[in-house]
């Protein structure tokens, strides 16, 4: 486990909002020298807190209105059905996330579709007809935000 | 609108958002410069609405993710901002969505270990405002995480 500081968490904070802010921008930003940032930013990528990029798009805006999470509960469980499951799901070019979960549903996906017939193809022809799938909750997403987590927010000013 | 050309663009950077932006402008077939306007235009036009950070909590000692489900008491019509701006003030939460369905809310949490989302959950998480009911998903793995769209 990486430790980090306050101006860790301060670099984190900015790369979270914009990867493609230069040392040299967060650095200015924080008032600390360029390649000191630069090492930094060496140290949390070695040590894997970086972990790629996340490109957000305005999805209405590019025709796909609808964004819907679905909570799935296989009818079959073991090793083979988990694998059989992952390998249909993962392959699905609109299901953007799989998450293999505990609690009342096997796997949370993240599905985007054009509108709502759309998604109810997709529900239909794709998702009902996975190995294994037993029952599926769907809700339709509203509004989303992302927080800054545990990294703090900025100081004022 | 995003013309065709716009549309390259950003199906390429989805494929690779880590690639260098001269590879990039030459796998959309445009030039640097070109791909540069185009960047800008897609950002402030709110199209391309970030290029973010993924961070890898697990590498910084959060083991823990829960995906939180709630339904809210609709009698208090001011359920939902109320509980939002509880969520907000939650350091432990990572995403907020809310939803048309049986499920009103979604919150990510994530915490250092069990020991550790067990006061999460009882300090922060019980005392939301509103909640009529609520259940709670453990991540074990994440197989697929993309914001891809088919463009």
Known sequence: ?157 | MPDPTDRRILRQLLADPEAPAAELAARAGVTPASLWRRLEKLRASGVLKAIEQRIDWRALGWEVEVSLRFTLDKTEPRAFDEFLAAARRVPEVTEIQTFLGSVDLRLSVIARDMAHWQSVYRERILTLPHVADSDALMLVSTIKDSTEVSL
């Open chain 1, 1 to 157: 486990m990486t430790q980090i500081d306050e101006t860790d968490q301060a670099i984190l904070r900015h790369l979270a909002r914009d990867a493609t802010l230069s040392a040299a921008a967060i650095g200015r930003s924080l008032g600390i020298a360029q390649p000191a940032i630069w090492r930094r930013i060496r140290r949390l990528t070695d040590a894997g807190v970086l972990a790629g990029r996340r490109v957000v798009l305005d999805n209405a805006a590019l025709g796909f209105g609808v964004t819907v999470f679905l909570g799935i509960r296989l009818a079959t469980k073991g090793r083979t059905s988990l694998e059989d499951f992952e390998r249909a799901v993962t392959a699905i070019p609109e299901v953007q996330v799989v998450q293999h979960v505990l609690g009342q549903f096997d796997y949370r996906l993240r599905i985007t579709a054009r509108d709502i017939s759309d998604f109810e193809r997709i529900l239909r022809r794709r998702i009902m007809t996975l190995p294994g799938v037993g029952q599926v909750e769907a809700n339709v997403m509203l509004s989303e935000e992302r927080r800054p987590g545990p990294l703090g927010q900025d100081k004022a000013g």
